[in-house]
């Protein structure tokens, strides 16, 4: 047993959802500091890895200064297929793969073995999370981990029970950019 849920702590079966296609699109979008490889088919030239800046551009061969913050892999390389082909080519084939997402992380603290800022990845749980993080320290409270997430400008505190996730007992909880993964100390052991 961990501390008792506070007023401004929601059970686990009240934890905000929001709308699973639009926490998708938030998740995989291009945000400042991440970096994508572009593969413009048979030109090696057009192809490379590319840093989004602070503005949330990147500066393109032939192309210029694009902006690509908030945008899908698919939408950039569509962006980058309309401009080469607008002069430059007749039918690019352009690809995008993200490398790496700066722009998008969780963070772990409280009662676990190495705690810190980790990057988000789509689909991640709790459970990883808190793997990530060199799992639980003999003194938490595995049961009473408190997600922290802001939706829509709301800050919400959710208890989710880790340890029953593990066993089975409990559905797991998928976690969202941004999210703050908290593991209380245990008033027993």
Same mark, same amino acid.
């Given at each position: ?6 007023? #401004? +702590?929601?059970?686990?079966?009240? $934890? ?6 639009? =926490? ?21 030239? *057009? ?9 949330? @551009?990147?500066?393109?061969? *032939? /192309?210029? @200064? *694009? ?5 899908? =892999? %698919?939408? =950039? $390389?569509?962006?980058?297929?309309? /401009? ?8 690019? @084939? ?6 790496? !997402? ?5 963070? +772990? ?7 810190? #800022? ?21 003194? %938490?409270?595995?049961?009473? +981990?408190?997600? #922290? ?9 959710? @208890? ?24 209380? !100390?245990?008033?027993?052991?």
């Amino acid at each position: 047993m961990g501390p008792q849920l506070s007023d #401004t +702590v929601r059970p686990y079966s009240e $934890a905000p959802r929001g709308d699973e296609r639009a =926490a998708g699109v938030v998740a995989t979008s291009l945000g400042a500091g991440d970096v994508f490889e572009v593969r413009v088919f048979e030109e090696p030239n *057009l192809s490379g890895a590319f840093r989004v800046g602070s503005d949330g @551009q990147i500066d393109y061969p *032939l /192309c210029g @200064q *694009l902006k690509v913050l908030g945008m899908s =892999a %698919a939408e =950039a $390389a569509a962006q980058i297929k309309a /401009c080469l082909r607008d002069g430059f080519m007749r039918d690019p @084939q352009v690809s995008i793969f993200i490398t790496e !997402q700066n722009s998008k992380k969780i963070y +772990v603290f409280g009662e676990v073995e190495n705690p810190g #800022t980790f990057p988000f990845l789509e689909g991640m749980s709790v459970v990883e999370a808190v793997t990530r993080a060199g799992g639980f320290t003999p003194s %938490a409270a595995r049961n009473s +981990v408190v997600v #922290t997430r802001v939706v829509d400008g709301v800050e919400t505190k959710v @208890q989710v029970p880790v340890e029953d996730i593990g066993i089975g007992k409990a559905p797991n909880f998928e976690l969202a950019p941004g999210d703050i993964v908290y593991v209380p !100390q245990s008033f027993f052991g």
